[in-house]
């Protein structure tokens, strides 16, 4: 009898045990529809399509543009592309995506389209926290880096396939 109660204990902390583990792993792998994934760029003193946005919402891609009459005002009707989200993207930007690093980024990073240098911006939803980094063109900040690089392939990528 004292063998089997044993034994039992045994075999009881061997599952209870895997099961932490699996939660553990489970918690630590988000995926992308945790996420709504904003980029951007502008150039304030510009006249055309000088203001672009890539929305990355659950199972999609949405690339705007929007055009300026100068000084920054807005004219005309932005033009929207939507495409599906492919597994190979959502997984880059899964794993380029340090959301705690990224919350501790100050909202404006250098000098964002000072003499019309242009601006970039990074915003990310998750679990109802929402934060934005507002940074100099072209100068991605070293935790964010990775994903700026994804997001600006995308962003090359629907200018060749719609504005040949």
Not at 90 to 102: C, T
Request: charged share 25%; with cysteine; proline share 2%.
């Amino acid at each position: 009898m004292k063998m089997q109660l044993v034994l039992l204990m045994i075999l009881s902390t061997l599952f209870f045990t895997n099961c932490e583990k699996v939660s553990e792993l489970t918690d630590k792998q988000a995926t992308i529809s945790e996420y709504v994934v904003n980029y951007g760029m502008s150039f304030g003193m510009c006249v055309g399509p000088c203001r672009k946005e890539i929305n990355v919402v659950k199972n999609e891609v949405i690339f705007t543009v929007f055009y300026t009459e100068g000084r920054g005002a807005i004219g005309g009707t932005p033009k929207t592309y939507n495409e599906a989200l492919d597994a190979t993207l959502g997984n880059a930007l899964v794993k380029s995506i340090d959301y705690e690093a990224f919350k501790n980024l100050n909202e404006v990073i250098g000098c964002p389209d000072c003499a019309d240098g242009g601006a970039e911006w990074v915003e990310i939803l998750k679990n109802g926290s929402k934060h934005k980094v507002t940074f100099e063109f072209g100068r991605a900040p070293k935790e964010i880096e990775s994903l700026v690089t994804i997001l600006r392939e995308k962003k090359v990528y629907f200018e060749g396939k719609y504005f040949k």
